[in-house]
């Protein structure tokens, strides 16, 4: 092997070793926005004071082979409010949302929605489809029927 071999050598595995670490924190990276929920009792519930700080928080529950995303974040009228992390216009794109500041981002067509505006009222298009909860004390409680709903953007 000449010297200029060697060196190619060198420098195509110095590449790939970074192309691999990239890789593997983008992996990394992208399991970590969802925490994966288990039902009881038909019900998955969530704790209100995880909601404090006003950030949202995503989540995954299974069912039948099929994730079913979702998120809750506490609005700054007070109101807890859950969403399917898809809409009816987007969700093909299987992109979500994120949260910037108190308005939650369509990250397929960037279209943002007020936290304080979420809800059954503001459904269709591109608005978080809604997710029924109830809260009880400081529980947020989903049914899993409804849940499986949501199946049709996943």
């Known amino acids: 092997m000449t010297g200029y071999s060697r060196k190619l050598m ?10 691999l670490i990239g890789a593997a924190g983008a992996f990394a ?3 970590g926005k969802y925490e994966k929920v288990k039902a009881s009792n038909g ?5 209100v004071a995880q909601l404090a700080d006003g950030k949202a928080r995503f989540y995954k529950f299974e069912e039948s082979g099929k994730e079913i995303a979702f998120f809750a974040v506490k609005a700054p009228d007070g109101g807890v409010k859950i ?7 987007c969700y093909r794109a299987k992109k979500g949302y994120e949260q910037k ?11 943002k929605f007020a936290t304080n ?8 298009g591109c608005n978080p489809g ?3 909860h109830q809260l009880n004390g400081g529980s947020i409680l989903i049914k899993v029927s409804d849940l499986k709903d949501g199946v049709k953007y996943f």
Request: glycine content about 8%; some cysteine; overall charge negative.
């Open 29 to 31: 990276f992208s399991l």
């Open 130 to 132: 809604y997710l029924p």
């Open 117 to 124: 505006r979420l809800g059954p009222n503001t459904t269709g």
């Open 43 to 47: 019900m998955v519930t969530l704790p």
């Open 83 to 89: 969403a399917f992390d898809a809409c009816d216009a």
């Open 101 to 111: 500041g108190d308005k939650m981002n369509c990250n397929n067509c960037n279209q």
């Open 10 to 19: 060198g420098v195509a595995s110095v590449v790939m070793v970074a192309l």
